[in-house]
């Protein structure tokens, strides 16, 4: 267990990048350097993350975890991966009133603010050409960022989802001449105990969150079925968490430490589901540790339960074209909720004057002309930010 902690740990303090460079970086390590897996049966994992909602990245780090030391392997790898990135939102968050109000800081904040319209906008187009191939699946990615623009509340989300689905299992299945997935033909073996935990949390969080509004009052049982809920919901990982997140604790947190938080979990390594401490920490201000470990544990755990349900049958689940169908779905309308997200909070919040969309379109243009390292672009962006507010200033 402590050689799983220490290897992921090590990983966690220097996985800049996102999602995409951290399943390179766990390639490298654990199936070229160590070998715990082949390439065939981490393909596999990848995969499954793919197919779950939940941070991508750390539930294939939890299965590698998993597959080396069962359960507590899991945990440690979590741990270990979660752990830099945890303490360091969580630090920023607890000292936050100390240098925000500096006007130097508020320029580098919100110069990491328009880099995550950058950012955004590069998953967007990335995601719209893994997940859009199709009329139908872009026709889905249309409606939802329409309907979500307009009514961005978190049952509408989960409304649209639900039709996603049942629209992708019948017009995205894959049953055309491309068709990989021949029918499945074994039974599924599906782990209904972690399978019932997560109904059962999830059921748990709705009527704790229906209580909670009724009673007028907010408790860390509410704290973290809002989280919880927005983890059972993220196909995709990533940045596709920011428009769940900030319709389900809009209400809690304004949108200038909302965005505050996600401009700080892209300046420092590991997942980006770390945000929950920065948030966890601003909301619950009497005890901002606690609630940083209820936020995070809340947001993460979805994800690993829906692995440990499906871990053992995913061959047979890849091989069935229904709910390959229903997947797509799901992620062409997701798509669709980071389009509208990256229009409000993210550019409606960070470009406020021309300057600004000049600073947008230029590291836009030169993000995907020389696909700087990730330490160059918050670098740039901060001092462009700092720069700027001292000759405003």
């Given at each position: 267990m402590l050689q799983i902690f220490i290897r992921f740990f090590s990983l966690g303090l220097v996985s800049f990048g996102g999602p995409a460079a951290h399943i390179g970086y766990f390639r490298q390590t654990f199936v070229q350097e160590l070998q715990w897996l082949d390439d065939k049966h981490y393909a596999s994992l990848v995969a499954l993350s793919q197919f779950m909602p939940g941070p991508g990245s750390s539930q294939v780090g939890f299965a590698i975890g998993y597959h080396r030391g069962g359960l507590l392997g899991g945990i440690a790898a979590f741990l270990g991966f979660t752990l830099p990135s945890f303490i360091l939102l969580f630090l920023l968050a607890v000292t936050s009133r100390q240098w925000l109000d500096y006007s130097l800081t508020q320029g580098v904040i919100h110069g990491l603010k328009l880099l995550a319209v950058v950012v955004v906008a590069d998953a967007i187009l990335m995601m719209f050409k893994q997940f859009c191939q199709r009329k139908q699946a872009r026709l889905l990615m249309v409606f939802s960022c329409v309907v979500i623009l307009l009514q961005p509340a978190m049952l509408i989300q989960f409304a649209l989802l639900l039709i996603a689905a049942i629209i992708g299992r019948y017009y995205l299945s894959a049953t055309d001449s491309t068709d990989t997935y021949p029918p499945a033909q074994e039974p599924l073996q599906l782990n209904f105990f972690y399978l019932s935990i997560f109904a059962g949390l999830l059921i748990a969080s709705l009527v704790a969150i229906g209580l909670s509004k009724q009673a007028g009052i907010n408790n860390l049982t509410e704290l973290f079925s809002q989280f919880y809920q927005?983890?059972?919901?993220?196909?995709?990982?990533?940045?596709?968490?920011?428009?769940?997140?900030?319709?389900?604790?809009?209400?809690?947190?304004?949108?200038?430490?909302?965005?505050?938080?996600?401009?700080?979990?892209?300046?420092?390594?590991?997942?980006?589901?770390?945000?929950?401490?920065?948030?966890g920490a601003e909301i619950w201000v009497a005890q901002p540790l606690?609630?940083?470990?209820?936020?995070?544990?809340?947001?993460?755990?979805?994800?690993?339960?829906?692995?440990?349900?499906?871990?053992?049958?995913?061959?047979?689940?890849?091989?069935?074209?229904?709910?390959?169908?229903?997947?797509?779905?799901?992620?062409?309308?997701?798509?669709?909720?980071?389009?509208?997200?990256?229009?409000?909070?993210?550019?409606?919040?960070?470009?406020?004057?021309?300057?600004?969309?000049?600073?947008?379109?230029?590291?836009?243009?030169?993000?995907?002309?020389?696909?700087?390292?990730?330490?160059?672009?918050?670098?740039?962006?901060?001092?462009?930010?700092?720069?700027?507010?001292?000759?405003?200033?």
């Open positions: 927005v983890g059972s919901m993220v196909f995709g990982g990533g940045h596709v968490v920011l428009p769940l997140l900030q319709s389900s604790i809009g209400d809690a947190i304004n949108n200038d430490q909302f965005l505050t938080g996600y401009a700080l979990a892209q300046a420092v390594p590991g997942p980006m589901f770390a945000l929950a401490a920065f948030l606690v609630g940083a470990l209820v936020a995070t544990v809340a947001l993460f755990l979805p994800g690993f339960l829906l692995m440990l349900v499906a871990l053992k049958s995913w061959h047979g689940i890849s091989r069935r074209p229904k709910v390959t169908g229903a997947i797509a779905g799901v992620n062409a309308c997701v798509v669709g909720f980071l389009l509208a997200a990256l229009y409000n909070p993210i550019f409606s919040s960070a470009v406020l004057t021309p300057l600004d969309m000049a600073l947008v379109v230029l590291g836009f243009g030169l993000f995907k002309v020389f696909k700087p390292n990730v330490f160059v672009l918050v670098a740039g962006f901060a001092i462009s930010g700092a720069v700027i507010s001292a000759v405003i200033a």
